[in-house]
């Protein structure tokens, strides 16, 4: 089979040659910069220091031979746009050589990294000796934020998840970029044989945290659910208005549409399923069944945390695929996920422990637990493996090629 018929074959809960493995489709799939120059460098690979495709998180756009090598079945859309002329020199917080993109722009202040918006705030701060750029502006967050929050766009524009974006996020959809993406999603689609990852965001749950902070979300949510369910519905017209121009140009020739809204800690969910149903099922409905009409591609919904108890309601909102799968979050044990929720939607993730095992077992201990995930979630199909979340920059590199060695010689059915 091809990555993508393997990849589909999953997804539509069919038994492929083999699980699928992704490595970077998305951006909490992937390798931080620091952890892919480090294995790089143990496995005597020379090309070039890891590019910097998401500056936030520090991840590295994998290079051809890391797809090869792995044998990995799923990519990210934005590839389709690397060029060299995309990129800068820079360098990592371990001083490590990387690239970055030719749009980031940041300075130094006493040792921590800045990002300010066009207006001079500083919306994102790298203090020194942290790996991750930390969002410390909340355009909404006054006491008439929920009231006054247009022009939304612009408001939207001064948080670092919009105002630091991935390809083909960082140039503005005008006629001519939405010309490129389409013969961009044609030209990876004829000339590779991946499973195309497309990442559009959409989220709800999330952009009210970014925008009001989230002690003022979490009082609205008790508090004001008349006037929020007013900005959740403007903020649904924003989203459906970016879906409307973007997806009807690839379809045809992306398989998945990433969405997204971390709802859950390590606890359980953020929310009861009560409130979740009330404000959001609705809602990430609509805008779920409007991309899955507009480019017939499959729903993947990146949500991070113990959802277990928002999982029917997901698959009522028409989620088709649940990434990461944090199974070391309570009540998301792999066995239960597959015996209750198995038939109804594609797990992609939860193929190794990276709060535990990855950072701090030995390789052996790496293989285990991947072996013991794979054979909880394989059977029937439905699985697209991945480790939970990133890679993280302080993991071995050895730990690393043992995690996605282990997924090819244990994902064979």
């Known amino acids: ?59 590295a756009l994998p290079g051809q031979w890391y797809l090869d090598r792995f044998r990995i079945d799923a990519i990210d859309f934005g590839r389709g746009f690397d060029a060299p002329e995309k990129w800068q020199a820079w360098t990592l917080p371990d001083g490590s050589a990387a690239l970055a993109p030719a749009w980031f722009r940041a300075e130094r202040s006493n040792g921590d990294l800045l990002v300010r918006d066009a207006s001079g705030i500083v919306i994102g701060r790298m203090p020194h000796g942290s790996l991750y750029i930390d969002q410390c502006h909340w355009p909404l967050s006054g006491p008439d934020g929920l009231d006054n929050y247009e022009p939304l766009a612009e408001k939207m524009s001064r948080v670092i998840w919009s105002a630091l974006p991935s390809a083909p996020h960082d140039e503005p959809l005008t006629a001519a970029r939405l010309d490129e993406i389409a013969a961009v999603a044609r030209r990876l689609h004829e000339s590779t044989d991946y499973a195309i990852s497309l990442s559009v965001g959409c989220n709800l749950f999330e952009w009210c945290q970014f925008l009001f902070g989230m002690e003022n979300f979490y009082l609205y949510l008790a508090g004001e659910k008349k006037k929020l369910a007013r ?68 729903i993947f919904m990146h949500n991070c945390g113990g959802v277990y108890q928002l999982i029917p309601s997901l698959i009522e909102a028409g989620v088709e695929i649940l990434n990461p799968v944090q199974t070391s979050a309570r009540y998301m044990e792999p066995e239960r996920l597959k015996r209750e929720f198995g038939r109804d939607v594609t797990f992609w993730g939860g193929g190794c422990d990276t709060q535990g095992v990855l950072a701090h077992g030995a390789p052996d201990q790496v293989r285990e637990d991947v072996r013991r995930r794979l054979d909880a979630f394989m059977p029937g199909g439905g699985y697209v493996w991945n480790q939970v979340h990133n890679v993280m920059a302080d993991v071995p590199p050895e730990n690393i090629v043992a995690m996605l060695d282990a997924a090819y010689e244990f994902g064979k059915y």
């Open 1 to 59: 089979m091809t990555p993508r018929e393997r990849v589909l074959a999953a997804i539509n809960h069919k038994e492929p040659d083999r699980t699928p493995i992704d490595h970077g489709s998305m951006r909490s799939t992937g390798i931080m910069a620091i952890a892919y120059n480090r294995l790089q460098e143990r496995l005597g690979i020379d090309d070039g220091p890891a590019k910097v495709y998401d500056v936030i998180q520090q991840l």
């Open 231 to 298: 900005f959740l519905d403007r903020l649904v017209d924003h989203h459906l208005e970016f879906l409307h121009r973007l997806l009807p140009r690839v379809k045809g020739y992306v398989q998945i549409v990433v969405v997204g809204d971390d709802l859950g800690m390590q606890t359980g969910p953020q929310l009861s399923p009560e409130t979740y149903r009330e404000l959001f099922l609705p809602r990430h409905k609509r805008i779920y069944q409007c991309a899955r009409e507009l480019s017939g591609a499959h």
